[in-house]
């Protein structure tokens, strides 16, 4: 069995969980997110997610780091991890993005991918006048909008023509590093979702939930109908709290659970924007978790013993990358790769 692939989200919105801590002030720098970035290619992480909004969700009062200005840089300060931008199809003309896509994959050397998303927060679309689709229409536009970027990838002549986008006659150049172009995440919850996952992704994001489910959602997926040679692989993501005891852990946990109860004011403004035909936060309520996505949902809380056990159980059931989230950060991040990783190679030995 190959060794799960461990990755991080950049804090482009600040932090993970409670917003602000005395352990780890509010920063949605770029300085910070590059930082952290480098600490995990250090850390042997293999990649990292730079999510994607116009404005920071929780209040347009706080800063937000802009994806792929940001990823372009991190491709530059870099030199091994794989850089994933989130996209919106949305907010950019495909031809428009392929082309980005393809330069940051050049300054990369081939580390670069996408994470599609097909929005969820109504108001940086309302408040910027972007036409905003109705739920499944969204995603039959991310679908139309993914095979253009795909075909323009590809190197050749395009022309195209479909229900929202006309290409006549356009290729791009240079070509891309990737192979045979670069890797292509997707998100989402829903049928929709799944279904474009299913006929276009190469790896399926799912968010933080409990094993029983994520089994569930990886069944459901894999019965859908696939258009790609090689099947869809999995990623999931989670908030990791990992302490030398269970006790320890849990008391983190709670002690996290009461700082986030002070900023309810924070996930109110997040919750009037949210697109209320949106599966995932359906999903957030019936599993409540510290951090974002799903966070502590995945289980991910406990010993060492315990969290490793509970990703190599994951990982049988069919993921092999792993997003995390952590409080503080450059600490828990750390403490992850000394104390965590190690047990699970154990666990779960490469052959």
């Known amino acids: 069995m190959s060794e799960p692939r461990y990755g991080i989200w950049a804090p482009v919105g600040g932090n993970f969980g409670p917003l602000d801590t005395q352990e780890e002030p509010i920063d949605a720098s ?97 408040r910027t006048n972007i036409p905003f689709p109705p739920h499944d229409e969204r995603y039959r536009y991310s679908g139309e909008w993914l095979r253009v970027v795909k075909a323009l990838w590809s190197g050749e002549r395009v022309n195209f023509e479909g229900e929202y986008f006309k290409i006549t006659d356009l290729s791009l150049r240079p070509t891309s590093i990737a192979k045979p172009h670069p890797p292509i995440y997707l998100g989402g919850a829903s049928d929709p979702a799944q279904i474009l996952a299913a006929e276009q992704a190469d790896i399926y994001f799912i968010n933080g939930q409990p094993i029983e489910d994520v089994r569930q959602v990886i069944k459901q997926v894999l019965s859908r109908p696939r258009s790609l040679p090689q099947p869809v692989r999995f990623g999931l993501s989670a908030f990791v709290i990992a302490r030398p005891t269970d006790t320890e852990a849990e008391v983190e946990l709670q002690r996290l659970m009461e700082l986030q109860k002070k900023e309810e004011h924070l996930k109110l403004s997040v919750a009037k924007g949210v697109d209320p035909k949106a599966v995932m936060f359906q999903l957030f309520t019936k599993n409540p978790a510290v951090g974002g996505n799903g966070g502590t949902a995945a289980g991910l809380v406990g010993s060492y013993d315990t969290v490793a056990a509970r990703i190599a159980a994951f990982v049988d059931a069919g993921i092999d990358t792993f997003m995390l989230q952590f409080n503080p950060f450059a600490r828990e991040m750390t403490r992850f790769a000394e104390e965590v990783r190690p047990r699970v190679r154990h666990l779960q030995p490469v052959v």
């Open 30 to 126: 770029y300085e910070r997110s590059r930082s952290l970035v480098l600490e995990a290619e250090k850390l042997e992480y293999t990649t990292t997610l730079i999510a994607q909004h116009i404005a920071n969700p929780r209040s347009l009062e706080l800063e937000q780091l802009e994806t792929w200005t940001a990823s372009a840089a991190l491709a530059e300060a870099t030199e091994k991890i794989e850089i994933i931008a989130a996209i919106k199809p949305l907010l950019f003309h495909p031809a428009v993005l392929a082309k980005m896509a393809l330069g940051i994959d050049a300054i990369s050397h081939g580390r670069f991918a996408i994470n599609l998303i097909s929005a969820w927060f109504r108001p940086e679309m309302e």
